[in-house]
């Protein structure tokens, strides 16, 4: 099993994967945050990276539209 680099990163782990069952984030998102959040992988900033957040749309809207 993986360990976390923080308790902070477990508990985003698993609202990211409640987002993705729910489809409002999709599995390229998780893997890209999974990147960031077990010990022993390389951080974005250490290798020169962005960290891609991605943006999650509220109840009734689309990708697409602004959130207020």
Same mark, same amino acid.
């Given at each position: ?40 992988? +390389?951080?974005? *900033?250490? /290798? #020169?990276? &962005?960290? =891609?957040? +991605?943006?999650? *749309?509220? /109840? #009734?809207? &689309?990708? =697409?539209? +602004?959130?207020?």
């Amino acid at each position: 099993m993986k360990k976390y680099k923080s308790t902070a990163y477990e508990h985003l782990h698993e609202e990211i994967k409640n987002l993705v069952q729910a489809g409002d984030m999709s599995a390229a998102d998780l893997k890209e945050f999974e990147q960031e959040c077990f010990k022993g992988s +390389p951080s974005a *900033a250490s /290798a #020169g990276r &962005t960290v =891609h957040v +991605p943006a999650i *749309a509220t /109840a #009734g809207s &689309t990708p =697409h539209e +602004p959130l207020v």
